[in-house]
T-cell receptor, first 114, second 115 residues
Framework: GAGVSQSPRYKVAKRGQDVALRCDPI?????LFWYQQALGQGPEFLTY????????KSGLPSDRFFAERPEGSVSTLKIQRTQQEDSAVYLC????????????FGPGTRLLVL | RKEVEQDPGPFNVPEGATVAFNCTYS??????FFWYRQDCRKEPKLLMS???SGNEDGRFTAQLNRASQYISLLIRDSKLSDSATYLC????????????????FGTGTRLQVTL
């Protein structure tokens, strides 16, 4: 079946611009996670949804970052007034339930802020 | 101190060699442990879960020592296709609900297998 998909795959933004990154999880997956991966680093947690409920947003680096999953399926990560330090790969992952199942990652959105 | 620490490498080994990666984690309450593999410009993919009893999958063997908070991955008979970054990953779980939580990744160890 289809895996996790993300769009756009690449995004170039001018500093100060707002961007929206989309994640389509595997159909039926309850849990959805967003991670940020800087060059040469491992992914770092941003936020977690269980269905439409955002249960953990402790990893969001500032109030410029906002995520939603209004119908418990597709999720959008929005970054307002982008800064150069926001340049990274943004990875979305989903898992079947709220237990200890494997998290499956999408291909990521590579964001470059100029 | 990072929550999950790994030697970033790179490890350059010839085909057929045995190579071992180590990782330490700081949260003694961590619940589950994994090795993920990440190819250049690709997403991380689960290589294997790691259990206290040790587990093996073909040429790959993973070990967990909870007392030392130490995780290892052994790759035997290295292949060119094993060249990648290997990420040590921990899931701490949410204490209040007992459910799974975010994954905490190490920086990754880069492996380059050569002819």
């Amino acid at each position: 079946g289809a895996g996790v998909s993300q769009s756009p795959r690449y995004k170039v933004a001018k500093r100060g611009q707002d961007v929206a990154l989309r994640c389509d999880p595997i159909s039926g997956h309850v849990s959805l996670f967003w991670y940020q991966q800087a060059l040469g680093q491992g992914p770092e947690f941003l936020t977690y949804f269980q269905n439409e409920a955002q249960l953990d947003k402790s990893g969001l680096p500032s109030d410029r970052f906002f995520a939603e999953r209004p119908e418990g399926s597709v999720s959008t990560l929005k970054i307002q007034r982008t800064q150069q330090e926001d340049s990274a790969v943004y990875l979305c992952a989903s898992s079947l339930a709220q237990g200890w199942e494997t998290q499956y990652f999408g291909p990521g959105t590579r964001l470059l802020v100029l | 101190r990072k929550e999950v620490e790994q030697d970033p490498g790179p490890f350059n080994v010839p085909e057929g060699a045995t190579v071992a990666f180590n990782c330490t984690y700081s949260n003694s309450a961590s619940q589950s442990f994994f090795w993920y593999r990440q190819d250049c410009r690709k997403e991380p993919k689960l290589l294997m879960s790691v259990y206290s009893s040790g587990n093996e999958d073909g040429r790959f063997t993973a070990q967990l020592n909870r007392a030392s908070q130490y995780i290892s991955l052994l790759i035997r008979d290295s292949k060119l296709s094993d060249s990648a970054t290997y990420l040590c990953v921990v899931n701490e779980g949410y204490l209040n609900t007992g459910t799974a939580s975010k994954l905490t990744f190490g920086t990754g160890t880069r492996l380059q297998v050569t002819l």
